[in-house]
């Protein structure tokens, strides 16, 4: 039996790792800013992640709560130099912070898999207005899409049938958009060995805001299909040196052919349809807790 927080436990990705520790029999303490609300699982008040003093409740909380694991769930906690320290009474699954740099940002995620040769929506950044932003992407002439550079959950996504006039900032960033279907890619990826351990894809059924947004409902694709979903998620999760868990979205063009649209470099919102990644953080880390 493991002792482990989650943080952000009343979210979607916070709440389905939470829910699966606690039916594999260990004693989960979830940390979130909104602590209100049900589930088979203690919920402890923390400021926001950004809040200065986010990481001592943090870290506060996993003392008091004897924790040998902390897991995290929100994407704006990921880049805190705290939590990449390794010498705590605990572990934290958590990426290089490099590649957790990278994921974070989706203008520097486009840049890397370009460079790496991963497939990659035509993208610029919106900083010199609408008309210049449209014109980076000449040859595209589809609908596009604008987005926060920095953002998670399809907040601020905004899709544009015709090129129009925006009041877009340096913190946007514009993409051609891929109208196909699109997936959830989960993927753990081997710390010791920077080999991808689990992949698995997840159809989006339903979005959240209809062509964009978060999966409202998913259903798991037979192991290794689609290849060209499952080759462009590992191939964007290695091209960014990214270790540990990871939430890859992938969408098809007209053509039907792959582009990756960002990274999250944590366990997503659907991790219960993918097991074996739960599984995997707990082997690996017990691991590392008897060396």
């Known amino acids: 039996m493991r002792r482990v927080v989650v943080t952000g436990a009343r979210g979607p990705a916070g709440a389905s790792v939470a829910r699966q520790l606690v039916e ?9 800013m909104n602590p209100a609300g049900d589930g ?11 809040d ?40 934290v699954v958590i990426g290089p912070r490099s590649a957790v740099s990278i994921a974070s940002d989706k203008w520097s995620t486009y840049r890397v898999l370009l460079e790496a040769g991963v497939p990659v929506p035509a993208s610029t950044l919106g900083s010199s207005g609408w008309p210049a932003a449209a014109g980076a992407l000449a040859g595209y002439d ?9 953002g998670r959950g399809g907040r601020g996504v905004v899709v544009h049938p015709h090129p129009e006039p925006l009041g877009l900032t340096s913190d946007s960033i514009v993409q051609e958009f891929a109208p196909g279907t699109e997936y959830a890619v989960d993927l753990l990826v081997s710390s010791r060995w ?21 999966g409202t409902s998913v259903r798991r694709l037979a192991p290794g299909q689609p290849a060209d979903v499952v080759a462009a998620a590992s191939d964007a999760v290695l091209a ?15 053509d039907g ?21 739960c599984t995997g953080i707990l082997d690996h880390y017990r691991v590392l807790a008897t060396r």
């Open 194 to 214: 920077g080999t991808v351990d689990v992949v698995a894809v997840l159809e989006k059924t339903a979005l959240a805001q209809g062509d964009v947004g978060n």
């Open 40 to 50: 088979p699982f203690q919920v402890l008040r923390v400021p926001p992640s950004l």
């Open 240 to 254: 960014i040196g990214l270790t540990g868990p990871a939430d890859v979205d992938v969408r098809r063009r007209h």
């Open 52 to 91: 200065p003093t986010y990481p001592d409740a943090l870290f506060a909380a996993a003392h008091c709560w004897s924790a040998d694991l902390i897991i995290p769930t929100v994407s704006e906690e990921l880049t805190l130099p705290a939590l990449q320290e390794t010498s705590r009474e605990w572990s």
């Open 257 to 277: 052919s792959v582009v990756v649209l960002e990274i999250n470099a944590r366990l997503g919102a659907h991790s219960a349809h993918v097991p074996e990644i």
């Open 24 to 32: 594999r029999g260990h004693d989960v303490l979830g940390v979130d």
């Open 142 to 150: 589809g609908p596009l899409v604008s987005k926060p550079r920095h």
